[in-house]
């Protein structure tokens, strides 16, 4: 299996564009998760789906990020319009089928994005 | 507000010695615990793990303690190695044991551990 697969690696942007960061979970895998992480807050989930349905969207930070998943292989996170302060890596993260007894996520390598 | 916190941002120790990483927390229903380790340009990957039914679980050189009273949980690597440098992040759930499964993990802000040969 290749993981979580993220993509693009790296992202540099202008304030004011648009930015879409894309995920791949691994196959099988039913709940998908967004996070964010800075050196201030560590890491911090934005965003979770399971089943392709949104179910906590808490910490998303303002209406100019969002989130889809469209279907179970795919999902994106999408900033409009950018800021400098957007500047984090973003990961995405998969889990396994409910009542599997663990917690634990799979993570992918990480967008790091930067806004100038 | 920081439900889960590391106050140590770095650690440095000998190899052949014990590290230790430590993690409090503050939301009494947490129920499960997860260390994450995580190397530069990748994703935090899964390390060990511990249900509160629990107070240790070992897995090799790793062993986690889990303290309720204390709201405390702490990460022995003995003996450390180079290959153990690495940022590690704790994480706690609601959800061990539930139903719905699978919930939203909190992490902590990280302690990069530095082995020195």
């Known amino acids: 299996d290749a993981g979580v697969i993220q993509s693009p690696r790296h992202e540099v942007t202008e304030m004011g564009q648009e930015v879409t960061l894309r995920c791949k979970p691994i196959s099988g895998h039913n709940s998908l998760f967004w996070y964010r992480q800075t050196m201030m807050r560590g890491l911090e989930l934005l965003i979770y789906f399971n089943n392709n349905v949104p179910i906590d969207d808490s910490g998303m930070p303002e209406d100019r990020f969002s989130a889809k998943m469209p279907n179970a292989s795919f999902s994106t996170l999408k900033i409009q319009p950018s800021e400098p302060r957007d500047s984090a890596v973003y990961f995405c993260a998969s889990s396994p089928i409910l009542g599997s007894g663990s917690n634990e996520q799979f993570f992918g390598p990480g967008t790091r994005l930067t806004v100038l | 507000d920081q439900q889960v916190k590391q106050n140590s941002p770095s650690l440095s120790v000998q190899e052949g010695r014990i590290s230790i990483l430590n993690c409090d927390y503050t939301?009494?229903?947490?129920?499960?615990f997860l260390w994450y380790k995580k190397y530069p340009a990748e994703g935090p990957t899964f390390l060990i793990s511990i249900s509160s039914i629990k107070d240790k679980n070992e897995d090799g050189r790793f062993t986690v303690f889990l303290n309720k009273s204390a709201k405390h949980l702490s990460l022995h690597i003995v003996p450390s190695q180079p290959g153990d440098s690495a940022v590690y992040f704790c994480?706690?759930?609601?959800?061990?044991?539930?139903?719905?499964?699978?919930?939203?993990?909190?992490f902590g802000t990280g302690t990069r551990l530095t082995i020195i040969p």
């Open positions: 994480a706690a759930s609601v959800s061990f044991g539930s139903n719905f499964g699978n919930e939203k993990l909190t």
């Open positions: 939301n009494s229903m947490f129920d499960y």
